[in-house]
Protein backbone atom coordinates (compact mmCIF):
# COMPACT_ATOMS: atom_id res chain seq x y z
CA UNK A 1 0.00 0.00 0.00
CA UNK A 2 1.34 3.84 -0.86
CA UNK A 3 -0.14 6.90 0.95
CA UNK A 4 1.05 9.87 -1.07
CA UNK A 5 0.57 13.68 0.91
CA UNK A 6 1.31 16.99 0.99
CA UNK A 7 -0.22 18.27 -2.34
CA UNK A 8 -2.52 21.64 -2.32
CA UNK A 9 -2.96 25.05 -3.57
CA UNK A 10 0.57 27.01 -4.16
CA UNK A 11 0.79 30.09 -6.12
CA UNK A 12 3.41 29.85 -9.13
CA UNK A 13 6.61 30.59 -7.89
CA UNK A 14 6.15 28.73 -4.92
CA UNK A 15 7.04 25.11 -3.61
CA UNK A 16 5.73 21.86 -2.19
CA UNK A 17 6.66 18.41 -1.01
CA UNK A 18 5.40 15.66 -1.75
CA UNK A 19 5.69 12.36 0.53
CA UNK A 20 4.87 8.38 0.07
CA UNK A 21 4.75 5.94 2.50
CA UNK A 22 4.39 2.65 1.70
CA UNK A 23 2.99 -0.21 4.15
CA UNK A 24 6.40 -2.23 3.20
CA UNK A 25 8.95 -4.42 4.74
CA UNK A 26 10.73 -4.61 1.53
CA UNK A 27 10.66 -0.95 0.68
CA UNK A 28 14.41 -0.47 -0.16
CA UNK A 29 13.83 -3.62 -2.79
CA UNK A 30 11.26 -1.51 -4.50
CA UNK A 31 12.03 0.91 -7.40
CA UNK A 32 9.87 4.14 -6.62
CA UNK A 33 8.34 6.79 -9.07
CA UNK A 34 6.42 9.88 -9.32
CA UNK A 35 3.74 10.28 -12.02
CA UNK A 36 1.31 13.12 -13.01
CA UNK A 37 -2.21 13.09 -14.62
CA UNK A 38 -4.95 15.75 -15.39
CA UNK A 39 -7.83 15.35 -16.80
CA UNK A 40 -8.23 13.95 -20.32
CA UNK A 41 -4.66 12.92 -20.87
CA UNK A 42 -2.19 9.85 -19.67
CA UNK A 43 -0.76 9.51 -16.82
CA UNK A 44 2.65 11.20 -17.35
CA UNK A 45 6.58 10.26 -15.99
CA UNK A 46 7.53 12.71 -13.39
CA UNK A 47 10.63 11.22 -11.63
CA UNK A 48 12.22 8.02 -11.02
CA UNK A 49 14.59 6.78 -7.78
CA UNK A 50 16.55 3.54 -7.10
CA UNK A 51 16.50 1.16 -4.82
CA UNK A 52 19.13 2.70 -3.26
CA UNK A 53 18.48 6.39 -4.12
CA UNK A 54 21.46 6.92 -5.81
CA UNK A 55 20.29 6.90 -9.49
CA UNK A 56 17.82 9.48 -10.13
CA UNK A 57 15.84 10.28 -13.47
CA UNK A 58 13.71 13.40 -14.06
CA UNK A 59 11.08 14.48 -16.76
CA UNK A 60 12.32 17.35 -19.09
CA UNK A 61 9.92 19.76 -18.02
CA UNK A 62 10.86 19.37 -14.30
CA UNK A 63 14.63 18.77 -14.11
CA UNK A 64 16.42 21.22 -12.42
CA UNK A 65 12.89 22.26 -10.00
CA UNK A 66 12.30 19.18 -8.99
CA UNK A 67 14.08 16.89 -6.60
CA UNK A 68 12.94 13.21 -5.52
CA UNK A 69 14.63 11.12 -2.82
CA UNK A 70 13.98 8.01 -0.56
CA UNK A 71 14.46 7.36 2.88
CA UNK A 72 14.42 3.48 3.53
CA UNK A 73 14.32 3.76 6.72
CA UNK A 74 11.58 4.85 6.98
CA UNK A 75 9.78 3.37 4.00
CA UNK A 76 9.37 6.91 2.42
CA UNK A 77 9.75 8.89 -0.81
CA UNK A 78 9.55 12.57 -1.89
CA UNK A 79 9.51 14.82 -4.25
CA UNK A 80 10.42 18.26 -3.76
CA UNK A 81 8.87 20.71 -5.97
CA UNK A 82 10.03 24.43 -6.48
CA UNK A 83 9.56 27.25 -8.78
CA UNK A 84 6.11 25.88 -9.33
CA UNK A 85 4.12 26.51 -12.63
CA UNK A 86 0.59 26.56 -13.80
CA UNK A 87 1.40 23.68 -16.08
CA UNK A 88 2.49 21.44 -12.80
CA UNK A 89 -1.08 21.39 -11.58
CA UNK A 90 -2.08 17.78 -11.51
CA UNK A 91 -2.94 14.41 -9.69
CA UNK A 92 0.59 13.38 -8.31
CA UNK A 93 0.72 9.57 -7.85
CA UNK A 94 3.27 7.07 -6.92
CA UNK A 95 4.54 4.02 -7.95
CA UNK A 96 6.35 1.01 -6.82
CA UNK A 97 7.44 -1.87 -8.74
CA UNK A 98 10.03 -5.21 -7.68
CA UNK A 99 11.46 -5.92 -11.20
CA UNK A 100 11.56 -2.43 -13.06
CA UNK A 101 15.36 -1.06 -12.87
CA UNK A 102 15.39 2.86 -12.94
CA UNK A 103 17.59 3.39 -16.25
CA UNK A 104 15.41 0.99 -18.61
CA UNK A 105 13.42 2.26 -20.82
CA UNK A 106 10.08 0.86 -19.16
CA UNK A 107 11.00 2.71 -15.95
CA UNK A 108 9.44 5.45 -17.31
CA UNK A 109 5.85 3.87 -18.42
CA UNK A 110 3.09 3.84 -16.09
CA UNK A 111 1.72 0.45 -16.86
CA UNK A 112 5.01 -0.90 -16.53
CA UNK A 113 4.29 -0.30 -12.63
CA UNK A 114 2.44 -3.03 -9.95
CA UNK A 115 1.46 -0.70 -7.04
CA UNK A 116 -0.12 2.61 -7.21
CA UNK A 117 -0.61 5.35 -4.30
CA UNK A 118 -4.62 7.27 -4.24
CA UNK A 119 -3.07 10.47 -5.85
CA UNK A 120 -2.66 14.01 -3.81
CA UNK A 121 -3.87 16.88 -6.09
CA UNK A 122 -1.33 20.07 -7.12
CA UNK A 123 -3.19 23.00 -7.79
CA UNK A 124 -0.75 26.06 -9.06
CA UNK A 125 -2.23 29.18 -9.31
CA UNK A 126 -1.08 31.91 -11.37
Known amino acids: QLVESGGGLVQAGGSLRLSCVAA????????MAWFRQVPGKEREFVAIVSQNGDDTRYARGVEGRFTISRDNAENTMYLQMNNLKSEDTAVYYC?????????????????????WGQGTRVTVSS
Open 24 to 31: SNTFSTLL
Open 95 to 115: AADRELVAGSFWAQWASKYGY
